[in-house]
T-cell receptor
Framework: RKEVEQDPGPFNVPEGATVAFNCTYS??????FFWYRQDCRKEPKLLMS???SGNEDGRFTAQLNRASQYISLLIRDSKLSDSATYLC?????????????FGQGTTLQVKP | DAGVTQSPTHLIKTRGQQVTLRCSPK?????VSWYQQALGQGPQFIFQ???????QRGNFPDRFSGHQFPNYSSELNVNALLLGDSALYLC?????????????FGSGTQLSVL
């Protein structure tokens, strides 16, 4: 089983739609989780951090289910500018900052 | 305040050649990590440098080596290039002991091996 798994998509949705991505992780000891956004072949940028059950930032909501070992990202009222690849990231439970374990990424395409 | 800078932005090499990629961390950061991102995949951790030493290493062969200089900048070297080494190489900087989300990525070097 991969350490972090995501459905690669692509997800094609109309503007204004609500879309959700799921991510599963294998290490039950993991404590923190992140969603990164990556535009076409550019650097990943941190979108949200998830430390407890969830986190909300405007149209974006991340939820954590420790029992089932998955995290989700919900995007409400999708905008054209939300089109990107969303990477699920699970740092190892121990160790320092630099090593992150990325999922394959889920591609979102928002259409007019 | 400059962020993480990488050079070159694009590079074309042929099989068997050697390549060196460079990274300058964000001001105030002392740790540099390197990632390889193949097309359609997420970034894969190569290794991390702190205090001029390799501290952690991912599942990459010895053909991949690195160096960190006293000014915290870093180089990634890949010897005997293979077609499969074609990827976006990302450098990320952080401060040792800092929060895990305080990791900043450079815009990457796109390496094509022909």
């Amino acid at each position: 089983r991969k350490e972090v798994e995501q459905d690669p998509g692509p997800f094609n949705v109309p503007e204004g739609a609500t879309v959700a991505f799921n991510c599963t992780y294998s290490n039950s000891a993991s404590q923190s989780f992140f969603w990164y956004r990556q535009d076409c072949r550019k650097e990943p940028k941190l979108l949200m951090s998830v430390y407890s059950s969830g986190n909300e930032d405007g149209r974006f909501t991340a939820q954590l289910n420790r029992a089932s070992q998955y995290i989700s990202l919900l995007i409400r009222d999708s905008k054209l500018s939300d089109s990107a690849t969303y990477l699920c990231v699970v740092p190892p439970p121990s160790g320092n900052t630099g090593k992150l374990i990325f999922g394959q990424g889920t591609t979102l395409q928002v259409k007019p | 305040d400059a962020g993480v800078t990488q050079s070159p932005t694009h590079l074309i090499k042929t099989r068997g050649q050697q390549v060196t990629l460079r990274c300058s961390p964000k001001s105030g950061h002392d740790t540099v990590s390197w990632y390889q991102q193949a097309l359609g995949q997420g970034p894969q951790f190569i290794f991390q440098y702190y205090e001029e030493e390799e501290r952690q290493r991912g599942n990459f062969p010895d053909r991949f080596s690195g160096h960190q200089f006293p000014n915290y900048s870093s180089e990634l070297n890949v010897n005997a290039l293979l077609l499969g080494d074609s990827a976006l190489y990302l450098c990320a900087s952080s401060l040792a002991g800092g929060a895990k989300e305080k990791l900043f990525f450079g815009s990457g070097t796109q390496l094509s091996v022909l």
